[in-house]
């Protein structure tokens, strides 16, 4: 049963710093941002490491990794908290991505340096999807919205500092010491999020349906990975290898995500598909942003992270206002999430714009900045909405669903982009229309009849 009603346990707990949520809410803020300056850090740092081990031609895979493995821990994770609780996939989730920083620490070739990235990606992907449901079930439902608001946060701080601190520990000390760093704070935060979790209560489910939702996901993992090696290939192999990826990871997300979710039916399914094409969007085009001002305008890696991280302002602002707007009525919602998708759009077109020398490096950033506003704004909405519409006993399923369409849709989009690239001699037009496409479709999603609970859950 969820334990989320408006009774956490004390009288006094009309916001998120009260004493009965206090400890959850720190413990969520502190590891998810550390996995998130990760994420962002490894961008300055991963150019560097790649040269310093001799193995620049490994600089994707070592990219891609984290993606790929974090899809099986994010399906793994839902269904495991679903099935014996939160504590044990917390712990396990969370020894895997301390493992995996402490191998990239102490890499002396790529071989290790990839292994822990794959490590990395696991078990930050079990334990991100972890604290979806730790906050669903420890956190008031009223309160959930401003909750998941925060976690947008913990992952816009290190978006707007990851990059930079990065450069100066990597130019001052050493790249080693970003792992370092990143170990000891993770395992802080994990020890404390651990005492936390024995607050949760225990739901089970089809252990039989967890077994097969893992298949799917690994072969789902085996397509991202294919998919993103033959982009490396010939461009006989590429066409075709691409061809079946697609279609492997087609087919695996459709035994992944809930019922309708690629034909965007009203209700949870719905948005996680919104939440996949608009994740999707915004990745996409912050990745080939940073390429096209380091290849083709010549700046520097640090420098070219800084411009990339402004736009992180823009998802603070989005955060900000999200956090502060009153409950509506429900025709009120797409309304809110399609002015959040336009802003979104307004990303790939200034990119767009840029690269077909229409627009300088000003705009581009100003149009990071809008679409990180409207990424703010949509997605602690549609979490905390499909959380509300989802039963207690799916809150994992729905979880892991929203977390790892990210992933699906991220590597997809630019394993595609990325064969564009090198088969065309436009490449970074097509691949912002492309984008920009995808964009349009989050759009014509919101535009079918109102989001309402699915009926067939």
């Known amino acids: 049963m969820n334990t989320t009603t408006d009774n956490p346990g004390a009288p006094n707990s009309a916001t998120l710093w009260a004493q009965p949520h206090r400890a959850p809410v720190a413990g969520v803020l502190a590891l998810m941002t550390f996995i998130a300056f990760e994420s962002y850090g490894i961008i300055t740092a991963l150019p560097v490491v790649a040269v310093d081990l001799h193995a620049d031609g ?58 822990g990235r794959l490590l990395q990606g696991l078990g930050g992907g079990i334990d991100s999807v972890i604290v979806y449901v730790l906050i669903a079930q420890l956190i008031p439902e009223r309160l959930q919205a401003r909750m998941f608001g925060l976690l947008v ?41 651990l005492g936390v979790a024995r607050r949760a209560p225990t739901v089970r489910t089809n252990t039989a349906v967890i077994g097969r ?14 998919l993103h090696l033959v982009g490396h290939q010939p461009t006989t192999w590429l066409i075709g290898g691409t061809i079946l990826a697609i279609a492997v990871i087609g ?16 209700g949870p399914s719905r948005l996680v598909a919104l939440k996949g094409l608009l994740g999707a969007t915004v990745a996409a085009t912050d990745i080939y942003f940073t390429h096209y001002l380091q290849r083709d305008l010549d700046y520097s890696p640090t420098f070219a992270g800084f411009v990339v991280a402004i736009g992180a302002l823009g998802w603070v602002t989005g955060s900000w206002l999200q956090g502060r707007a009153e409950d509506t009525d429900a025709t009120a919602q797409p309304r809110q999430l399609r002015l959040a998708a336009g802003l979104v759009v307004a990303g790939p077109l200034a990119m767009l ?17 809008l679409m990180g506003v409207g990424m703010g704004m949509a997605y602690p909405r549609i979490t905390s909405t499909a959380l509300a519409q989802t039963d207690p006993a799916h809150h994992g399923n729905v979880s892991s669903a929203l977390q790892s369409i990210e992933q699906l849709g991220t590597s997809t989009l630019t394993a595609i982009t990325g064969a564009v690239l090198i088969i065309t001699t436009h490449g970074y037009q097509i691949t912002y229309a492309i984008i920009a496409t995808v964009g349009f479709f989050a759009l014509g999603v919101l535009d079918r009849p109102t989001i309402e609970e699915d009926p067939a859950r």
């Open 251 to 266: 087919v695996a997300t459709r035994r992944l995500m809930p019922t309708g979710t690629l034909t965007a039916r009203p």
């Open 58 to 115: 490994w600089y994707s895979f070592a990219f891609a990794a984290t993606i790929a493995t974090g899809l099986v821990g994010m399906i793994t994770g839902g269904n495991w908290a679903d099935r014996s609780g939160i504590r044990l996939p917390l712990a396990v989730g969370g020894s895997m991505f301390l493992i995996g920083l402490a191998l990239c620490a102490v890499a002396t070739d790529m071989t290790v340096f990839i292994a």
């Open 353 to 369: 714009a840029l690269v077909s020398d229409l627009a300088n490096v000003p705009v581009a950033v100003a149009g990071g900045i």
């Open 153 to 193: 946060t913990a992952w816009l701080l290190p978006a707007i500092i990851g990059p930079l601190v990065t450069g100066v520990l990597v130019d001052w000390l050493h790249w080693r010491a970003v792992f370092a760093f990143i170990l000891l704070g993770s395992a802080v935060a994990l020890a404390a999020l």
């Open 213 to 226: 939702r893992g298949l799917w996901a690994a072969l789902a993992c085996l397509g991202m990975v294919g």
